[in-house]
């Protein structure tokens, strides 16, 4: 499986756009791009997965450039409840992505 | 219903005792996980079950025994652990749709040995 390097940290103020960029260089054609959101003392929440180029739901952007060796997750105009720890997972589709492995993952503050 | 519930959700154990973990789950998904995830670090993969069956065991200590008694449950059964392994003990499900794997996770069982 591909390993994942993710900012250790970050801080944002209310209302900014935040984007936290996962490098994944040694990603194979058949991994996905996934994005978990944990806070503390809970397990993690499915935030958005892709494969390539871009994708977008209610809570969430995922940025893939052509080359996929990276990935940025876009929250826009964040608030005080999304300081988590965000975690980017590259899993194989093909075999359904259960051998996962987490990340180091990225610790959002938002300070008000 | 996108839940995964855990029990208990707090458990002190001495190193003899023995104890289980449950997971429960009415998704109908097929894959469930055990993962262990200490403070301030990611989760790591212990055990995957597809289709009742363990599929992944990632060289865990032969003191973790999982067992997956039908397609909604999951138990951890634990036996002479240590205290190193005091931790949250996470449980998740997921199905394969269009070839994409989403897992749910319930809120976890913190551990500690004494």
Known sequence: ?????????????????????????????????????????????????????????????????????????SLPRVSLSDTAVYYCLVGDRDTGGFKTIFGAGTRLFVKA | DTEVTQTPKHLVMGMTNKKSLKCEQHMGHRAMYWYKQKAKKPPELMFVYSYEKLSINESVPSRFSPECPNSSLLNLHLHALQPEDSALYLCASSQRLAGLNIQYFGAGTRLSVL
């Open chain 1, 1 to 73: 499986l591909a390993k994942t390097t993710q900012p250790i940290s970050m801080d944002s103020y209310e209302g900014q756009e935040v984007n936290i960029t996962c490098s994944h260089n040694n990603i194979a054609t058949n991994d996905y791009i996934t994005w978990y959101q944990q806070f503390p003392s809970q397990g993690p929440r499915f935030i958005i997965q892709g494969y390539k180029t871009k994708v977008t739901n209610e809570v969430a952007s995922l940025f893939i450039p052509a080359d996929r060796k990276s990935s940025t997750l």
